[in-house]
């Protein structure tokens, strides 16, 4: 007998995957955006700042709503991906993956640029003086250095990302097998007759996928902190 129904597995299989298509996408710009904030100074980094962490303090609905504005089939950018490219996010898992992605990138890059920032600046004057330019010095110093940040963000990206609820029902609704994610799955089931056994075993299966994120981000953050300092 299965433990779980095939539309609850179906919601968990899709949560993950959302999560880890939003982490794999995000990544790159967290990294980008984490290093600009850390090592330049410009006219707007306050703002660009705010604007990161903005998801973090608006209400998540909000954030989905604003997506379907803009990346909706009818939207200022969701036309013309769809007129020209095809590409259609507003009900549709990728879109899931969009919201996700949008809602814990302040995470990402708050653990991202934390690592970073600890990272001591005498090995970039060293690393000058012999001559190495600015894009060897991040990918040699800034990126090995700042790697146990960047786990964590990651890992704290994706137990958010399995978390998302506001803004993915705002953007691409709750629809079972291609939007309807754990946290929606929990919502339609809370809210039917005889539904609570199965909300049940949703609430398990994502504090267990929450935890073991957590406890896996911790563990691998401590292996690369001790193996860092091993290598100085």
């Given at each position: ?8 597995t ?8 959302v ?17 600009v904030?850390?090592r330049?100074?410009?006219?707007g ?9 903005m998801p ?7 954030v989905?709503?604003v997506?379907?504005?803009l ?42 640029r ?10 970039y004057?060293?690393?000058r003086t012999?001559?190495?330019?600015p894009?060897?010095?991040?990918f ?41 994610t754990?946290?929606?799955?929990l ?7 005889g ?6 075993r ?7 996928i929450?935890l073991v994120?957590?406890i ?10 001790a193996r ?5």
């Amino acid at each position: 007998m299965e433990f779980f129904t095939p539309t609850e597995t179906d919601a968990i299989v899709l949560s993950i995957q959302v999560a880890l298509v939003a982490v794999a996408s995000s990544l790159p710009l967290g990294i980008a955006v984490a290093w600009v904030l850390v090592r330049f100074q410009f006219p707007g980094k306050i703002m660009l700042d705010a604007i990161v962490h903005m998801p973090m303090i608006l209400p998540p609905v909000v954030v989905g709503y604003v997506l379907l504005i803009l990346m909706g089939r009818h939207g200022i950018i969701g036309e013309f991906l769809y007129d020209t490219l095809g590409i259609s996010f507003a009900f549709t898992w990728q879109g899931a993956a969009l919201a996700a992605a949008i809602m814990a990138f302040p995470l990402m890059v708050r653990a991202i640029r934390l690592s970073m920032d600890s990272v001591d600046t005498g090995l970039y004057a060293a690393a000058r003086t012999l001559g190495a330019g600015p894009v060897h010095v991040f990918f040699t110093i800034t990126l090995p250095l700042a790697m146990p940040g960047i786990v964590t963000g990651c890992l704290l990206a994706f137990a958010r990302s399995v978390g998302e609820f506001g803004a993915t029902i705002a953007f691409v609704s709750s629809i079972p097998g291609e939007t309807q994610t754990m946290p929606l799955a929990l919502y339609a089931l809370i809210n039917t007759p005889g539904g609570d056994a199965g909300a049940l075993r949703l609430v398990v299966a994502a504090i267990v996928i929450s935890l073991v994120a957590l406890i896996f981000s911790e563990i691998l953050a401590r292996r690369m902190a001790a193996r860092s300092s091993g290598a100085k």
